[in-house]
C-alpha cells in the first residue's frame, strides 16, 4: 500500500514537471498584457494659443519696419552734405537780395552794393514808363468808348461836344473808331503784363547779382588779347584754298 502511494505520488509530480516546462507556455505567462485603447474624441478641438501667435507675427512687422525705418535714416544721413556755419551764411547773403526786390523794387540791388546807383534810376524809369503808358492808354480807351456809344445810340450821329470833330460820321467812322477802342484796350492790358514782369525781371537780376558775388569767384583780369593766326581755309577737290592770314581774339571774363 504504501509502495502504491509512493508511485502515485511520483506519477503525480512528474505530471507536473512536464506541464510546467510546455514549450512557449512560460513566454505566455511572461508577456504583458497590452494596455486597453484609448477612445478619443476625433470632433473634440485642441484649443492653441492664437494671442501668442498674432502677437509674434507683430512684432515680426513691427521690426521690420523698424530695420527699414534705420536704413533710411542711415541712407539720408549719408547723403546730406554738413555746412559749415561760412557756408550757410554765404547761402544767406545771396538769397537775402531777390526777397528785397520782391518787397521793394531796387532793395536787392542797394544790398549787392556795385553798380546800384546805375541799376535803381533804370527800374524806376521802367515803372515810370509803363505808368505813363498805361495813363496814355486807358485815357484814349475811356474818351473813344464814350464816343462810340453816343454814335451807337444816336445812328452814328457825331457828339456835341467830341473830342475828334475830324473824323465825320456814319458807320463806316464808327466801325473804325471801335478797332481803335480795342486797340487802346489791348495796350493797356498789356502795359499791366509788362509792369509784373519789369518787376519780377529786377528780382532776377538781383539773384543772380548776388550769386555771382557771393557763391562764384570772378576774377578783375578782364582783359582783351589780339594775335596774329594762320586761318585754314575749307578746300574742295577741284580748288585749292591757300591758308589765310587773320587775328585771334581773347577775352578773359
Do not use: C
Not at 546807383?117 to 524809369?125: D, T
Not at 521802367?126 to 454814335?151: C, K, M, P, T, W
Not at 589780339?226 to 578773359?252: D, E, H, R
Request: no cysteine; aromatic share 10%; hydrophobic share 40%.
Amino acid at each position: 500500500m504504501n509502495r502504491l502511494l509512493v508511485i502515485l505520488a511520483l506519477l503525480f509530480a512528474g505530471t507536473a514537471v512536464v506541464w510546467a516546462q510546455e514549450p512557449g507556455r512560460q513566454q505566455r505567462d511572461t508577456i504583458p498584457k497590452p494596455a486597453a485603447p484609448q477612445v478619443t474624441d476625433s470632433l473634440k478641438v485642441v484649443p492653441t494659443d492664437t494671442a501668442a501667435t498674432d502677437t509674434a507675427a507683430a512684432e515680426t512687422r513691427r521690426e521690420r519696419r523698424q530695420r527699414e525705418k534705420r536704413e533710411r535714416e542711415a541712407k539720408e544721413q549719408a547723403q546730406t552734405v554738413f555746412k559749415d556755419s561760412a557756408r550757410l551764411a554765404l547761402e544767406a547773403m545771396s538769397v537775402r537780395p531777390w526777397k528785397q526786390s520782391l518787397m521793394v523794387p531796387g532793395w536787392g540791388q542797394i544790398t549787392n552794393g556795385g553798380w546800384w546807383w546805375l541799376k535803381v534810376p533804370v527800374i524806376y524809369g521802367g515803372f515810370v514808363s509803363a505808368v505813363l503808358v498805361f495813363e496814355f492808354n486807358n485815357r484814349y480807351y475811356h474818351d473813344i468808348l464814350e464816343e462810340v456809344q453816343y454814335r451807337i445810340n444816336n445812328n452814328h450821329a457825331i457828339p456835341p461836344n467830341t473830342k475828334y470833330p475830324n473824323l465825320g460820321s456814319g458807320q463806316q467812322m464808327t466801325d473804325y473808331m471801335i478797332v481803335a477802342k480795342d486797340s487802346y484796350r489791348r495796350n493797356r492790358d498789356l502795359t499791366v503784363l509788362v509792369t509784373v514782369g519789369w518787376w519780377g525781371l529786377q528780382a532776377v537780376e538781383a539773384y543772380v547779382t548776388s550769386m555771382l558775388k557771393h557763391r562764384w569767384e570772378i576774377g578783375d583780369d578782364l582783359s582783351i588779347k589780339i594775335s596774329p593766326t594762320l586761318i585754314s581755309q575749307p578746300s574742295a577737290g577741284w580748288a585749292y584754298q591757300p591758308t589765310a592770314i587773320g587775328f585771334k581774339v581773347k577775352m578773359n571774363f
